[in-house]
């Protein structure tokens, strides 16, 4: 294995281990967390949230339901920008030469379905007329006419990418465990706070 020698050339500390690309940053280590919270808040409450028909008026979870959905497109662009203008430690030796592309791929999925699923929510939303706030702060437009087709629709596959990017996920954290438990090697670290 490559190691960085020490001045007296006896330290054996890993390479990877020197690099200052070796962990995410602070903000894109709390964005990641930040969201991994909401989204879990966000199944439970669409999983627990009554069934939505013809002429449901939005109650409590309904309306939270919405103002988490449209917290986390919000912090997912902010996660992306920030993302585009620094720089992040995407080559590690512990990934394999398949798990590399494999890994970016799922990550990149991710950030798709995180920021269009909530749209097509949003969009369904509209097409039921109902009032869209978040958290009873500020209303926002509605995407769609009331009663639109497309509207309609969007709910549909809605629902069907948000069992698509939960099976994704799980695909993610399984990856991610396996990395510390079976593998040993410092994958999960990268994302786990403290090391920079
Ligand atoms: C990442 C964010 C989101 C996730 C993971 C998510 C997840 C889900 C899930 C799993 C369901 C199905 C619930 C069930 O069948 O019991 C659902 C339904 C629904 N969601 Fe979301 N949602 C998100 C964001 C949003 C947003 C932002 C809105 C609106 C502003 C919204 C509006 C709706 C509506 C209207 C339905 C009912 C659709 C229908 O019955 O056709 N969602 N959502
Ligand atoms: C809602 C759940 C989650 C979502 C949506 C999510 C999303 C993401 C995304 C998009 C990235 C790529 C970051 C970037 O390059 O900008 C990432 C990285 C990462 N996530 Fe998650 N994550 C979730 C949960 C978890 C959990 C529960 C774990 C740990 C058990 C985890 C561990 C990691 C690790 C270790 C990385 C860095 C991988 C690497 O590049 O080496 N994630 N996550």
């Given at each position: 294995?490559?190691?960085n020698p020490g001045q007296d050339g006896a330290d054996?500390t890993?390479?990877?281990?020197?690099?200052?690309?070796?962990?995410?940053?602070?903000?894109?280590?709390?964005?990641?967390?930040?969201?991994?919270?909401?989204?879990?808040?966000?199944?439970?409450?669409?999983?627990?949230?009554?069934?939505?028909?013809?002429?449901?008026?939005?109650?409590?979870?309904?309306?939270?339901?919405?103002?988490?959905?449209?917290?986390?497109?919000?912090?997912?662009?902010?996660?992306?920008?920030?993302?585009?203008?620094?720089?992040?430690?995407?080559?590690?030796?512990?990934?394999?030469?398949?798990?590399?592309?494999?890994?970016?791929?799922?990550?990149?999925?991710?950030?798709?379905?995180?920021?269009?699923?909530?749209?097509?929510?949003?969009?369904?939303?509209?097409?039921?007329?109902?009032?869209?706030?978040?958290?009873?702060?500020?209303?926002?437009?509605?995407?769609?006419?009331?009663?639109?087709?497309?509207?309609?629709?969007?709910?549909?596959?809605?629902?069907?990418?948000?069992?698509?990017?939960?099976?994704?996920?799980?695909?993610?954290?399984?990856?991610?465990?396996?990395?510390?438990?079976?593998?040993?090697?410092?994958?999960?670290?990268?994302?786990?706070?403290?090391?920079?």
């Amino acid at each position: 294995m490559a190691v960085n020698p020490g001045q007296d050339g006896a330290d054996a500390t890993p390479l990877r281990a020197a690099s200052p690309l070796s962990s995410y940053g602070p903000v894109a280590k709390t964005l990641h967390w930040l969201v991994f919270a909401l989204v879990v808040v966000q199944y439970v409450v669409a999983i627990t949230m009554p069934d939505i028909g013809r002429n449901t008026v939005p109650g409590t979870l309904i309306n939270l339901h919405m103002s988490i959905g449209l917290t986390i497109v919000a912090l997912v662009v902010v996660r992306w920008l920030w993302r585009v203008g620094h720089p992040i430690p995407l080559a590690t030796p512990d990934l394999s030469s398949w798990e590399q592309p494999l890994a970016r791929i799922v990550h990149a999925a991710l950030y798709v379905l995180l920021a269009v699923n909530p749209i097509l929510g949003w969009m369904n939303a509209s097409a039921r007329d109902w009032k869209i706030t978040v958290f009873g702060l500020f209303q926002l437009p509605h995407l769609v006419a009331a009663q639109s087709p497309i509207g309609r629709q969007a709910g549909d596959v809605h629902q069907f990418l948000a069992w698509v990017l939960l099976a994704l996920i799980g695909l993610h954290v399984v990856a991610a465990l396996y990395h510390y438990f079976v593998r040993h090697d410092s994958v999960l670290q990268r994302m786990l706070p403290g090391r920079t």
